[in-house]
């Protein structure tokens, strides 16, 4: 029984998924469509990052980094403002995904290192803000673009002329919200140097770190990088694949059915398409906070031909709830294993900032 208690302690956001799978399999139950629910490539990239990033961290790849920015950077107001926006402009390359996988785990590290043990969860929950809104930006940043991209076979035009106005907004919100978030003098430090230990693994690693981004963007099959990423750690470190959180996947797995069931029930369809004849901008930022934004990007973009206020809505809708974007779960599950984690707090505020950005574009986006 304690052991029972201490997993769904542990895993309390993999529990809720389940829960909630098991509910809508009750609506619709399990046929040959469910072979076709699991978006395998993205749970493999998420598999192989995980590895690739616990190596890094295992040759202190982390410990050099904070030692080579705060050689550099002695200003807290300077430090808050490169934390928060080294993932929204990575993420319109890498996708948010990506970006909170690396950034996430580092800037732990970081602010550990530092004394700055309070300023963590406002720190991630900005960067996590920031990895949704900078994917926005570009067509191969996040799913949802990719998709809509594709599926009403827009011009760079077209696709900019939507989300560079929204992508600007949320640069001056996020590099003023980011401000005050450390102290404007660090605590001081007697900096020791730091050094990468096992160069040739660094290269390995470095290299796997590459081949995944050539996975991203879809020039390496995501079959093919998974063997190679997995046959190099056993090789290298095979205690790292002890490191990857499958838990973090079978999450994703969770959501996968929860949203793809909702989507062939016929009164939430319905329900949608009703909603779409008023407003496809809020249905799209609704139907983001309940079946998060990929999900609903493919679910309403079969009703509508209204692809400017779908691909706006399903951007910003991307803050709200953890569901909003599953990339958000990645942050909270980082956040979750890090010892003396405040789940309550990092709620709260996570609660608060997507609310806050969500009302500040969902206004600037009804008035554009």
């Given at each position: 029984?304690?052991?029972?208690?201490?997993?769904?302690?542990?895993?309390?956001?993999?529990?809720?998924?389940?829960?909630?799978?098991?509910?809508?399999?009750?609506?619709?139950?399990?046929?040959?469509?469910?072979?076709?629910?699991?978006?395998?490539?993205?749970?493999?990239?998420?598999?192989?990052?995980?590895?690739?990033?616990?190596?890094?961290?295992?040759?202190?790849?982390?410990?050099?980094?904070?030692?080579?920015?705060?050689?550099?950077?002695?200003?807290?107001?300077?430090?808050?403002?490169?934390?928060?926006?080294?993932?929204?402009?990575?993420?319109?390359?890498?996708?948010?995904?990506?970006?909170?996988?690396?950034?996430?785990?580092?800037?732990?590290?970081?602010?550990?290192?530092?004394?700055?043990?309070?300023?963590?969860?406002?720190?991630?929950?900005?960067?996590?803000?920031?990895?949704?809104?900078?994917?926005?930006?570009?067509?191969?940043?996040?799913?949802?673009?990719?998709?809509?991209?594709?599926?009403?076979?827009?011009?760079?035009?077209?696709?900019?002329?939507?989300?560079?106005?929204?992508?600007?907004?949320?640069?001056?919100?996020?590099?003023?919200?980011?401000?005050?978030?450390?102290?404007?003098?660090?605590?001081?430090?007697?900096?020791?140097?730091?050094?990468?230990?096992?160069?040739?693994?660094?290269?390995?690693?470095?290299?796997?770190?590459?081949?995944?981004?050539?996975?991203?963007?879809?020039?390496?099959?995501?079959?093919?990088?998974?063997?190679?990423?997995?046959?190099?750690?056993?090789?290298?470190?095979?205690?790292?694949?002890?490191?990857?959180?499958?838990?973090?996947?079978?999450?994703?797995?969770?959501?996968?059915?929860?949203?793809?069931?909702?989507?062939?029930?016929?009164?939430?369809?319905?329900?949608?398409?009703?909603?779409?004849?008023?407003?496809?901008?809020?249905?799209?930022?609704?139907?983001?906070?309940?079946?998060?934004?990929?999900?609903?990007?493919?679910?309403?973009?079969?009703?509508?031909?209204?692809?400017?206020?779908?691909?706006a809505g399903v951007n910003i809708g991307g803050l709200g709830t953890p569901i909003a974007s599953l990339a958000s779960l990645i942050t909270l599950k980082l956040y979750?294993?890090?010892?003396?984690?405040?789940?309550?707090?990092?709620?709260?505020?996570?609660?608060?900032?997507?609310?806050?950005?969500?009302?500040?574009?969902?206004?600037?986006?009804?008035?554009?």
């Open positions: 029984m304690k052991k029972i208690k201490s997993f769904i302690q542990k895993e309390t956001v993999l529990c809720i998924a389940a829960l909630c799978a098991l509910a809508t399999v009750a609506l619709v139950p399990p046929d040959r469509e469910y072979l076709h629910y699991i978006d395998w490539r993205v749970l493999c990239l998420l598999l192989c990052l995980m590895a690739v990033v616990a190596g890094f961290k295992s040759l202190g790849a982390f410990d050099w980094l904070t030692y080579q920015l705060l050689r550099r950077i002695k200003s807290g107001r300077v430090l808050g403002v490169t934390l928060v926006l080294l993932p929204f402009f990575c993420s319109m390359v890498v996708t948010n995904d990506v970006a909170l996988i690396v950034f996430v785990p580092f800037t732990l590290a970081l602010l550990a290192g530092l004394g700055c043990e309070k300023a963590m969860v406002p720190v991630i929950v900005l960067q996590t803000v920031a990895a949704n809104l900078g994917s926005m930006a570009t067509p191969v940043g996040n799913p949802q673009n990719l998709y809509l991209y594709a599926a009403y076979s827009l011009s760079a035009g077209e696709f900019f002329s939507v989300v560079l106005p929204l992508t600007a907004v949320s640069l001056g919100a996020l590099t003023a919200a980011s401000v005050p978030v450390l102290p404007r003098v660090l605590p001081r430090q007697d900096l020791e140097e730091k050094r990468i230990a096992g160069p040739g693994k660094m290269a390995v690693y470095g290299a796997l770190f590459v081949l995944c981004l050539l996975t991203v963007f879809r020039v390496v099959p995501y079959q093919l990088t998974t063997a190679i990423v997995v046959a190099a750690l056993f090789v290298a470190d095979r205690k790292l694949l002890k490191e990857i959180d499958f838990m973090l996947l079978l999450t994703f797995v969770c959501f996968f059915v929860v949203s793809e069931n909702l989507g062939r029930v016929e009164a939430v369809r319905s329900f949608l398409q009703s909603l779409l004849s008023g407003s496809t901008l809020l249905t799209a930022v609704g139907a983001s906070q309940v079946i998060s934004n990929v999900p609903a990007a493919v679910l309403l973009s079969g009703f509508t031909d209204s692809w400017r206020e779908l691909l979750m294993r890090w010892p003396g984690a405040k789940i309550g707090k990092f709620l709260a505020v996570f609660t608060v900032a997507n609310v806050a950005g969500l009302a500040l574009l969902l206004g600037f986006g009804l008035l554009f």
